[in-house]
């Protein structure tokens, strides 16, 4: 600057403004208040995830944005605290980069591996572990990459399911993109809605059902729904229309996309581990559907199950029909079976059979836990008990157990389930 002589009450034009300037920080910025003599470093930039005015935008009045390194939350996932409460209403950008960077991949591999470290794809993939992040990472960046085909079976539990098992070095990257999207996503779906969440499970949504049934009169109703072949039924552009609502990067989106896709028209595949949060995707339209415009209060859901509870008869038709149509309409799918019921007739929910003041596993679970028993498999015995925990079942796997001589043989904390 020249010198301004005797005019001390002039004001210096700066380049810059320090970030605390709220939407007029970054280098590009003309700092126009600023006394000659202040020595502030004015200079700087902000990343565009720590204050929603500094976004990125074509105004020629912002500063500079990328994310910052402490943005990367690498307990909850590569978002920090400060992006997730903003998802609420902002589309977030730049998650590209964030989550494929050499670090991530490895994190993600190290997750992926967990409960496989015995399995040859495991083995081969980290006896190679460098050069294996370093192809995922170049294929990622320039286009190339392409998810292996799957590999399919079959099981029979509860019903036949064509099962696609995804290649591990897919599953490393299907690892890295959920714990970048969970947090922003998971920060819009209602507390009720308690399948395939952190802090969720069957135990949760069956507790909280029994809960909620007890605030009301036995002879008011509920309504049990489910969506037919709901994963197989998934139309995939209004999938792709979900993620969009929340995310703004078409490079990454087009990569979530990679997963969804099947032969068929439709679907994703049951498998995958990104198929999961798909579907709590897709649903969150109805439940808030539910909670806003039918003002239902006591509602759960896990997965394509969903449970109205406290109606009378009139309210539980009317709110199954608008179901029905809301779901049509706003997501091509169809209801399957439906139970309309009064409370003191008990719910079949969720693997448990509940009324106000007692439950118990479903007989399907009963039938297969003798079975198990008297073939003394221990691990499937380990498994039935700890689904029917806090349950009045115990007490009659506890005579089985008993019965087949193999009660010691269990783990010291399925001998004091059993115990309760």
């Not at 978002?79 to 494929?100: D, M, P």
């Not at 290649?167 to 809605?193: E, G």
């Not at 308690?194 to 949760?204: A, D």
């Amino acid at each position: 600057m020249q010198n301004l002589g005797q005019h001390t009450n002039m004001k210096a034009c700066l380049a810059g403004a320090n970030w605390n300037n709220s939407s007029i920080a970054g280098v590009f910025t003309l700092n126009l208040n600023n006394a000659r003599s202040n020595s502030n470093n004015n200079v700087g930039a902000r990343d565009c995830f720590s204050k929603p005015e500094t976004a990125m935008a074509d105004t020629g009045r912002r500063g500079m944005c990328y994310p910052a390194k402490s943005e990367i939350n690498k307990d909850g996932g590569f978002l920090s605290s400060k992006v997730e409460n903003q998802t609420l209403s902002k589309r977030i950008g730049y998650l590209f980069e964030l989550t494929f960077t050499k670090e991530n991949l490895y994190e993600a591999f190290l997750i992926a591996r967990k409960g496989k470290r015995k399995k040859r794809a495991t083995l081969n993939f980290e006896k190679h572990l460098g050069s294996e992040i370093d192809a995922l990472y170049d294929e990622l960046h320039n286009g190339t990459y392409k998810p292996k085909p799957y590999k399919q079976f079959v099981v029979h539990e509860p019903k036949k399911r064509i099962i696609n098992a995804p290649a591990f070095r897919d599953l490393v990257v299907q690892h890295a993109i959920y714990k970048t999207i969970y947090p922003i996503f998971d920060a819009t779906f209602i507390d009720t809605s308690y399948g395939c969440r952190k802090g969720g499970g069957t135990h949760k949504a069956s507790e909280y059902t029994q809960k909620e049934m007890k605030k009301y009169s036995g002879e008011l109703y509920y309504a049990k729904l489910d969506i037919r072949k709901f994963f197989y039924s998934i139309d995939r552009d209004i999938l792709r229309k979900l993620f969009e609502k929340k995310i703004k990067d078409k490079k990454f989106v087009d990569l979530m996309c990679e997963f969804a896709k099947m032969d068929s028209e439709r679907g994703v595949p049951i498998g995958n581990l990104l198929s999961q949060i798909y579907a709590l995707i897709y649903l969150n339209p109805l439940d808030h559907f539910i909670k806003r415009e039918l003002k239902v209060k006591s509602y759960v859901r896990y997965v394509d199950d969903f449970v109205l509870i406290g109606l009378t008869i009139d309210e539980a038709k009317r709110y199954k029909e608008l179901c029905e149509e809301f779901v049509q309409r706003e997501l091509a799918l169809e209801l399957s079976h439906y139970q309309i019921q009064k409370i003191k007739k008990g719910i079949n929910f969720v693997g448990y059979r509940t009324w106000k003041s007692v439950k118990f596993v479903r007989k399907h679970s009963m039938y297969k836990f003798k079975k198990s028993a008297k073939k003394s498999k221990i691990e499937s015995v380990v498994s039935l008990v700890g689904h029917a925990k806090n349950t009045a079942t115990l007490p009659y796997y506890k005579r089985l157990l008993i019965e087949f001589q193999i009660f010691n043989l269990l783990p010291k904390r399925s001998q004091a389930c059993l115990n309760m």
